[in-house]
């Protein structure tokens, strides 16, 4: 018998490496964080869906407990580390748990001109929000996609695909015609912003 998961389904999609602060106040999920807590293991974070949830979602391992509050609510920071493959939802408890299958990456990697183009794009984004670009160095190259992704307010649809994908040289490639497609507006609306901050008075 494999043991289940406990699933958080949530409306959003967490990448590996990538952080996610949560406020957890629903008393089944305040049950759940804490049995994860005690017994030190990971809950299944799964985008909902109208009719269920993503078939494949991210283990959360729960790095710390930022706040607890006197009814039981809690704080706590997690951070993306397993894609896994949901085979079967379990509704046993009051929180949903699945039988789940642990997805690893094909050996098909991105060159390094592809991680140079990613990363270059991505600092243009950064510094077109106004945001100081990632330190990548101590980011394991096999999860530099996820990353780059999961430090931006991305679709969560292109997020949902990316998880899926089963290369990190399919990720690159997929992140940068992502960027490449996005780029264009972000430049449009800063330089709308730029024009319209230049207009009117000064000081």
Do not use: W
């Amino acid at each position: 018998m494999s043991t289940l998961l406990p699933l958080f389904p949530l409306d959003l999609v967490l990448l590996p490496g990538t952080p996610l602060p949560l406020h957890i106040f629903e008393p089944r999920y305040r049950e759940m964080v804490t049995e994860c807590l005690v017994q030190e293991k990971r809950f299944g974070v799964v985008r909902a869906k109208d009719d269920g949830v993503a078939e494949i979602g991210c283990t959360a391992e729960i790095l710390t407990v930022t706040k607890k509050y006197p009814d039981g609510r809690m704080d706590i920071v997690t951070e993306g580390r397993e894609r896994f493959e949901v085979m079967q939802v379990n509704q046993d408890r009051s929180f949903l748990q699945a039988e789940v299958l642990y997805l690893r990456d094909e050996p098909v990697h991105a060159t390094s001109g592809q991680v140079a183009q990613m990363l270059k794009l991505h600092g243009e984004i950064m510094t077109l929000a106004g945001a100081e670009p990632e330190k990548t160095s101590d980011i394991e190259i096999s999860q530099l996609s996820f990353h780059l992704a999961g430090s931006l307010p991305l679709d969560p649809d292109f997020k949902q695909t990316l998880l899926g994908m089963a290369s990190e040289g399919k990720r690159v490639q997929a992140v940068i015609s992502y960027f490449e497609g996005i780029l264009p507006k972000l430049r449009r609306s800063v330089q709308v912003r730029q024009k319209a901050g230049g207009n009117g008075h000064a000081g």
